[in-house]
């Protein structure tokens, strides 16, 4: 079969055992086509470790893929892994700033709870606060980051970002009825965001 009738056959989304089901070949010529595909620019992989890996083929070249939000946020919570359910590409600088900023306007409660292991890596605290501020998520932020300091070393947070006094209340998911573990009130308070937060569901992040 030609490269081009193989890319055909095999355009969308494989496993290994797929692509040797879908050729009838053995595995080792899966991975041995996959590579050369993949060198030829028809493939990204994405997964891998504790996940299966994925192999997306498609008949026109892909770009280098720029880790997105899923991989960057998998990348430090190796003990918290996020099935991804829709496809985050992402072109030019992407950084752990934007990461947190895009997991909050998720709304999705496991995405929002990965984000705590972000904060020890943020490097760049005004990109932090002009993205947030443009989402009007920046109340969100220094709740999130003063429920992650509680519980584990991160950079510190420059002071200036914390003066602001909050009047309105803002939510983190659409559910506004949720209850918080009482350690978390202070911090609820400070930046009127309720912190549905239970240490049951902390703990599975690693703090």
């Not at 932090?128 to 501020?133: H, I, N, P």
């Not at 950079?155 to 309105?168: F, L």
């Given at each position: 079969m030609d490269r081009e009738s193989t890319l055909r056959k095999l355009e969308g989304l494989h496993?290994?055992?797929t692509?040797?089901?879908e050729l009838s070949i053995n595995r080792q010529s899966a991975l041995n086509l996959l590579s050369k595909l993949k060198k030829e620019?028809?493939?990204?992989i994405s997964g891998g470790g504790r996940r299966k890996r994925l192999y997306k083929i498609t008949m026109r070249k892909q770009l280098p893929r720029?880790?997105?939000m899923w991989d960057i946020l998998n990348q430090y919570n190796p003990d918290f892994q996020l099935n991804p359910w829709y496809d985050h590409q992402v072109h030019g600088k992407y950084t752990v700033e934007d990461v947190i900023v895009d997991a909050i306007e998720t709304k999705s409660f496991r995405i929002i709870l990965a984000t705590l292991r972000l904060f020890n890596h943020v490097r760049d605290w005004p990109r932090l606060y002009t993205a947030a501020r443009k989402n009007n998520s920046w109340q969100k932020v220094g709740a999130l980051y003063d429920v992650a300091r509680m519980f584990f070393k991160?950079?510190?947070m420059p002071e200036r970002y914390r003066k602001e006094k909050?009047?309105?209340w803002n939510y983190l998911f659409d559910r506004k009825d949720q209850t918080e573990d009482s350690r978390l009130t202070p911090i609820s308070m400070k930046?009127?965001?309720p912190l549905p937060f239970r240490i049951g569901d902390l703990r599975k992040v690693g703090l």
């Amino acid at each position: 079969m030609d490269r081009e009738s193989t890319l055909r056959k095999l355009e969308g989304l494989h496993t290994v055992e797929t692509v040797m089901d879908e050729l009838s070949i053995n595995r080792q010529s899966a991975l041995n086509l996959l590579s050369k595909l993949k060198k030829e620019q028809h493939v990204t992989i994405s997964g891998g470790g504790r996940r299966k890996r994925l192999y997306k083929i498609t008949m026109r070249k892909q770009l280098p893929r720029v880790p997105g939000m899923w991989d960057i946020l998998n990348q430090y919570n190796p003990d918290f892994q996020l099935n991804p359910w829709y496809d985050h590409q992402v072109h030019g600088k992407y950084t752990v700033e934007d990461v947190i900023v895009d997991a909050i306007e998720t709304k999705s409660f496991r995405i929002i709870l990965a984000t705590l292991r972000l904060f020890n890596h943020v490097r760049d605290w005004p990109r932090l606060y002009t993205a947030a501020r443009k989402n009007n998520s920046w109340q969100k932020v220094g709740a999130l980051y003063d429920v992650a300091r509680m519980f584990f070393k991160v950079r510190k947070m420059p002071e200036r970002y914390r003066k602001e006094k909050y009047r309105i209340w803002n939510y983190l998911f659409d559910r506004k009825d949720q209850t918080e573990d009482s350690r978390l009130t202070p911090i609820s308070m400070k930046w009127k965001i309720p912190l549905p937060f239970r240490i049951g569901d902390l703990r599975k992040v690693g703090l």
